[in-house]
């Protein structure tokens, strides 16, 4: 969260990198322009901007484009933009059941190769090496620098990339940065795949400062960002809304507690109730699944004062009923000035959200993009 208490003196070379990180940010976010429209944009003097152009022109992260023609009069203006291909990031997204994906990632978000491996139930040592192996065959296949590494996992991460705990991995205690670290030598960072996802919106589709997104796939989970803060919590486990009770006489979920969101919502458990109902219960189905997740969110979204919550899942699931019920739900069950702000959508690319998010974990460390 953002900090409220000042703990530390601001020194010189913080500026720098502040303002540094502003003009790659100005420039990811809204497209080539002259200097003078980037020291109006960042409100930095004209002198610190070309101070800064100078540098990051010199490190290749930004090129002159040649100049605007505009109605202007005068001499043309030189156009500045992003050189998105100054540096690549290797993107992995582990969360799916049965393979790794993993893509070559510009700096500004386009997926230059995708490439992905079978997972063929593998487990522990055996699927860090499939991990590392898709990794190493991307690294090859890049044509320029590397940024860095992004791994999006699921389960919990920590701070520093080590796996605390991945049970369909069978990962406890893993340092999984390291791991990369150690055999690509680049910088490295991993983090859970809800949290990728939620970076990826607030990256990529600007939603507003705050919102949750669920993802429903094998498993439920959440990413949170408040305030433009990506919300980790105090054991790195904020978001983790799968083994919330919503139905004490629901079914045993693998967890041990009865009635777990994720007996409720997860895609194969929901695919298997759709196809043992038929289709002639399959709306009351989706609106009974949908009203589970409503009932998981309202305490969320009215503890946190949210508006915005994204879903990312398959759409034939939860775009319609699910998403309807899931909304009447929240609102019934709060205040009108909690639940009537409250807005409910479903991520267009919702495939690709681990991948790009985890290319954010990396351009936001190494370049303060995001
Ligand atoms: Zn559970």
Redesign the pocket.
Known sequence: MAQLRVTSKALPEHNRQHNRSLLLQTLFHDGPMSRADLARESGLTRVSVSDLVNELASEGLISELGTRTGAHVGKPAQLIGLNENAYHVVSLDLSADDRFVGAIVGLGGEIVHRAEVPLENAKGDDAVSKAVGLARDLVKRSTVRLLGIGVGTPGIVDQDGVVLSAPNLDWTGLDLAEVFRTEFGVPVHVGNDANAAALAIHTFHDPGQSFMLVAIEHGVGAGLIIGGVLVEGEHSTAGEI??LVVDESGER???G?DG?L?QAIAVPHLRARLRAAGDAQREKVLADAGHSLGLALAPIIAALGLDDVVLAGPRDLVEGTFLDAALDTVRSRTLSAVGDGARMTIADDSHDLVLLGTAVFVLAAELGVS
């Open positions: 799968g083994h979920c693998v967890c507690r777990c994720e």
